[in-house]
T-cell receptor, first 113, second 115 residues
Framework: AQTVTQSQPEMSVQEAETVTLSCTYD???????LFWYKQPPSRQMILVIR??????QNATENRFSVNFQKAAKSFSLKISDSQLGDAAMYFC??????????FGTGTRLKVLA | DVKVTQSSRYLVKRTGEKVFLECVQD?????MFWYRQDPGLGLRLIYF???????EKGDIPEGYSVSREKKERFSLILESASTNQTSMYLC??????????????FGSGTQLSVL
């Protein structure tokens, strides 16, 4: 069975600072994809960043980057220069070529002015 | 931009009522999904559809059914609503054209309360 674990229910960060959200996963598949989705108060989930398991290079999207440790099955999200608009629920997700996406339980990020 | 529209943002129903949650996407996506979101449990897949009139059970299909008569519309049906179905329901769509790892596009969710 595939699992995704987010052990931090809530995190806080000062505006302009850097924060890292943790995610660990388990899968027996060799080919899989990992995602971070953001759910703001508007409730509409949007994709933040995606990582292909076969790629060694960590994905980056502007202020967002991941630390993908394949052997440790770890996929953390780093947000640099945090902004008030980054406040949201963040979900880590895994898919391995089926229709199924496995989501973690989410981390609520608060950004303090 | 892809738009996934869920017909209701908030819904209050009585126990035993038949409930329809509607979802429409405007990007000709083949795949559509219904998830349930509960605090501390993340998102759980109820049903998905990969083509018109095709459907597959997800992890928690009990008490739900779905309908996909047209490609753009995917409906979730609660045959006889119960209080334990009070939850946030999220619809999503994706296109398998670039592989099933393509990102999901989500609607804004329907917060359903069953009294």
């Amino acid at each position: 069975a595939q699992t995704v674990t987010q052990s931090q229910p809530e995190m806080s960060v000062q505006e302009a600072e850097t924060v890292t959200l943790s995610c660990t996963y388990d899968t027996s598949e060799s080919d899989y994809y990992l995602f971070w989705y953001k759910q703001p108060p508007s409730r509409q989930m949007i994709l933040v960043i995606r990582q292909e398991a076969y790629k060694q290079q960590n994905a980056t999207e502007n202020r967002f980057s991941v630390n993908f440790q394949k052997a440790a099955k770890s996929f953390s999200l780093k947000i640099s220069d945090s902004q008030l608009g980054d406040a949201a629920m963040y979900f880590c997700a895994l898919t391995s070529g089926t229709y199924k996406y496995i989501f973690g339980t989410g981390t609520r990020l608060k950004v303090l002015a | 931009d892809v738009k996934v529209t869920q017909s209701s943002r908030y819904l209050v129903k009585r126990t035993g009522e038949k409930v329809f949650l509607e979802c429409v996407q405007d990007m000709d996506h083949e795949n559509m999904f219904w998830y349930r979101q509960d605090p501390g449990l993340g998102l759980r897949l109820i049903y998905f559809s990969y083509d018109v009139k095709m459907k597959e059970k997800g992890d928690i299909p009990e008490g739900y059914s779905v309908s996909r008569e047209k490609k753009e519309r995917f409906s979730l049906i609660l045959e006889s609503a119960s209080t334990n179905q009070t939850s946030m329901y999220l619809c999503a769509s994706s296109s398998p054209g670039t592989g099933l790892r393509e990102k999901l596009f989500f609607g804004s969710g329907t917060q359903l309360s069953v009294l």
